[in-house]
């Protein structure tokens, strides 16, 4: 594209502007000696007066609606975390209902801080790079995807929840389609990276992990026992969960199908397309085998370093 569009930067409801120009009447009057006097001064205002220019905003902005979008998937995204966290309603005859809504209170800040950002950054990564190619570009949440993920967490124990999406209007070509798709998922990788020292250095400042419950073996650990808070297995799990939100959210996102990313990036060129995913995939697989685990990584440095 020749040039950054500035419609990029209105930030509206809708992509398209509100403002609708009309052509004026032109008003004539005839004199009693019959001469027709036309009066060209509203005309001449249409063409002359330039279009009002809506508010102009920065790249980071987000609109009143945008943000309530956010907040609303945010929420549904870390209650239905938490219900997976304390293994849904199967959890009460394990924990005990008492224990069970403690744990789920518990869970739910634990997940926001570790995978609230993975969601949050993902969705904003689309809308910086869209906005940097001239579109109008803002998240919009899915409320029946939304819904649904909250339900199956809630009587199954685990998460599949579709919270919305970047809504993109713009004229792009397939490339830049492709930047805005890679967008997300490579920031999702960007926050892995940086979570490695990030949290080997919360965890170590911290001692964490000398006085938490956790488990490499276990899904979550216990931050709960003889009535009192351990919060060291809560900051450790915000690690382990961080690590691993972004690597699945990210390889999620780059299945080619349907609406996510893979299938943009794709589109636009295989050779970007294998080497994400791949580069999503390898860690997952290792993960979900047990080559590897974030919690005994994070140990490892936390070793390493402090001793």
Known sequence: MAGRDSRADIIDESPFSNIKQKIPRVHSTTSNDGTIHINLGKVNSFFNNKKPKPEQTKIWHFSEIEKSNLKLATGAF??????????GISGISNLGLETWVISLLLSMPVMLLAVGPAFLLHEIGHKIVAKKNGCWAEFRADPKGLQFGVIISFFLGFL?????AVMVAGLVTRRQNGHIAVAGPLTNLGLFLIGIPLWVLILGLTGAFDNSTFNSGMMISTYLID????????LVDAGVWWLSANLILGLFNMIPFGPLDGLKVKDWSEPAFYTVFIIFLIPVFGMFFGFWSPGA?????VDMIFG
Do not use: D
Request: no cysteine; aromatic share 14%; proline share 4%.
């Open 160 to 164: 599949f929840m579709a919270p919305g």
């Open 297 to 301: 990584l994070l140990y490892s440095g």
């Open 227 to 234: 009535g009192n808070i351990v919060w060291q297995s809560m």
């Open 78 to 87: 870390t209650l239905g975390l938490g219900f997976m966290a304390v293994r």
